[in-house]
């Protein structure tokens, strides 16, 4: 299953509403992760199951989707969101990986 | 606190083997699937290899399927990676990472290692 992200980076403000997206090669149901990685850091598991935020997550993230299609939205930009994400299905092994998107400071 | 630490990596010539360590501490390691990811310089994140609870079950990918072996042993907590007839490719940082669940290989990764980097260079 290849997983296929867009856009691959994505420049915005403090404040911005930002919405990344995913996309998977068959149906998925809703097996689809999201991860946010910092430079020089190991990645941190942002949203489970497309929707479901993880412990301590902000509340400003959000995931959505179902079948093939799935968004991760960040509400109200903050400082420390300035990172690559990824989205990841566990539809069935390999649990492969999108390529990445790059979200930085306009 | 939950915590992964892995060890091992290092410079290594092509066709030379290499063998990466990953100890757990702070949950009951026997209980949880362990994967390894790795990522090269600039990439994106590249799933390797997942060992089930008690070793019963292995995976990988097909880019490392035959030359990576993942093992691993509860009575010390530590999941392994052996790395045969290693490439320019396989550089990378490897991380391993915990499932989410318990006695479940899901592939959703709760808990990370600070990574190891392995190059592979003559």
């Known amino acids: 299953i290849q997983m296929t992200q867009s856009p691959s980076s994505l420049s915005a403000s403090i404040g911005d509403t930002v919405t990344i997206t995913c996309r998977a090669s068959q149906s998925i149901s809703t097996y689809l992760n999201w991860y946010q990685q910092k430079p020089g850091t190991a990645p941190r598991l942002l949203v489970s199951a497309a929707s479901s935020l993880q412990s301590g997550v902000p509340s400003r993230f959000s995931g959505g989707g179902s079948g093939s299609d799935f968004t991760l939205t960040i509400n109200n930009v903050e400082p420390e969101d300035f990172a690559t994400y990824y989205c990841q299905h566990t539809y069935s092994p390999p649990p492969t990986f999108g390529q990445g998107t790059r979200l930085e400071i306009k | 606190q939950v915590q992964l630490v892995e060890s091992g990596g290092g410079v290594v010539q092509p066709g030379r083997s290499l063998r990466l360590s990953c100890a757990g501490s702070?949950?009951?390691?026997?209980?949880?699937?362990m994967h390894w990811v790795r990522q090269a310089p600039g990439k994106g994140l590249e799933w390797v290899a997942v060992i089930s609870t008690g070793g019963r079950f292995e995976f990988y990918a097909d880019s490392v399927k035959g030359r990576l072996t993942i093992s691993r042993d509860d009575s010390k907590d530590t999941v392994y990676l052996q790395m045969n007839s290693l490439r320019v490719e396989d550089t990378a940082v490897y991380y391993c990472?915990?499932?989410?669940?318990?006695?479940?290989?899901?592939?959703?990764?709760?808990?990370w290692g600070q990574g190891t980097v392995v190059t592979v260079s003559s």
């Open positions: 702070g949950f009951t390691f026997s209980g949880f699937g």
């Open positions: 990472a915990k499932d989410v669940f318990s006695g479940y290989d899901s592939g959703t990764l709760d808990t």
